[in-house]
């Protein structure tokens, strides 16, 4: 299994807030992604770095922002929640054969 | 643009009974990768498959790239609870840094 975090695992919040949903990750990959699934649902790729000072949107519009100042951290966040950005958000990274090692996920709900 | 396709969406299956699940790219894939998500939880990697007509296994997992590398399969035999999850498939996309996903097959264990 390998080693990557994200935190909070949940998350319920008012509409209106600023949120940042941590990811952290051990093994040295410079290349990480942010999806988002809703659950049992396909995932969509949101953002990616391809390693630091490097970010990029993916295909599924969103409105939140991500850094990758340090190779291990990648937060993203959102400046103004709101009850259609409740879902599952999965940091990802990517392995030497091209393969991606997911953290647990965020479960975030917006009332 | 390119896509994956998989099929079918869901699989409800009698415990002990095989199963296949197929995935289907629009174009030629250099190589094809297959997670699994459990119910709550997070997508996990299976294996990668990398030459043309590839057969691998894993136990009562058996993975098959297409000659043409535009499919794959996943047949399970004598399926258990444990297997229950998400199965997805995944190519990698134009920049070679990004997968695409399938949406996923369910395999659901009839009562």
């Known amino acids: 299994e390998a080693d990557i975090y994200q935190t909070p695992r949940y998350l319920v919040i008012g509409t209106g807030k600023k949120i940042t949903l941590e990811c952290s990750q051990t093994?040295?990959?410079?290349?990480m992604y942010w999806y988002q699934q809703d659950p049992g649902m396909e995932l969509h790729l949101i953002h990616y770095s391809y390693g630091v000072n490097s970010t990029e949107k993916g295909d599924l519009s969103s409105e939140s922002t991500v850094s990758r100042i340090r190779t291990e951290h990648f937060p993203l966040t959102l400046e103004s929640a709101r009850p259609s950005h409740t879902s599952q958000y999965l940091c990802?990274?990517?392995?030497?054969?091209?393969?991606?090692?997911f953290g647990p996920g965020t479960r975030l709900t917006v009332t | 643009g390119q896509q994956v396709m998989q099929i079918p969406q869901y699989q409800h299956v009698q415990e002990g009974e095989d199963l296949t699940t197929y995935c289907n790219s629009s174009t030629t894939l250099s190589n094809i990768q297959w997670y699994k998500q459990r119910p709550g939880g997070h997508p996990v990697f299976l294996i990668q498959?990398?030459?043309s007509g590839e057969v691998k296994k894993q136990k009562r997992l058996t993975f098959q790239f297409g000659e043409a590398k535009k499919n794959s399969s996943l047949h399970i035999t004598a399926t258990q609870t444990t297997d229950v999850g998400t199965y997805f498939c995944a190519g990698p996309g134009d920049s070679n840094y990004q997968l695409i996903w399938g949406a996923g097959t369910k395999l659901i264990i009839k009562p």
């Open positions: 093994m040295g990959h410079d290349k």
């Open positions: 498959l990398v030459k």
């Open positions: 990802a990274s990517k392995g030497e054969y091209n393969e991606q090692y």
